[in-house]
């Protein structure tokens, strides 16, 4: 289905260059926040997202090292 949008300029600018950042297009982008808000998302879908995260984030938090009592405690920011 198509679907046709007023949106300022400016708007349609910076969400172009958020989406870009992310390695996506703005209508892929649109899509998926419309999924999400409906609920529809597929396992692949989830799993396509899951996997762009993990490229994003290396999962290291620099030079320290966390304890695991630390951890348990709350105490690891």
């Known amino acids: 289905m198509n679907l ?3 949106v300022d300029e400016e708007i349609v600018e910076r969400a172009r260059d ?3 950042q992310q390695g ?3 209508n892929a982008l649109i899509r998926q926040y419309l999924e999400s808000l409906a609920g529809r998302r597929t396992g692949a879908e989830l799993a396509r997202e899951l996997a762009r995260q993990w490229k ?3 999962g290291r938090s620099g030079k320290t090292r966390a304890r ?3 951890a348990y405690a709350g ?3």
């Open 68 to 70: 695991r009592e630390d």
């Open 75 to 77: 105490r690891v920011r």
């Open 4 to 6: 046709t949008l007023s």
């Open 56 to 58: 994003q984030h290396s």
């Open 24 to 26: 996506t297009s703005l």
């Open 18 to 20: 958020a989406a870009r």
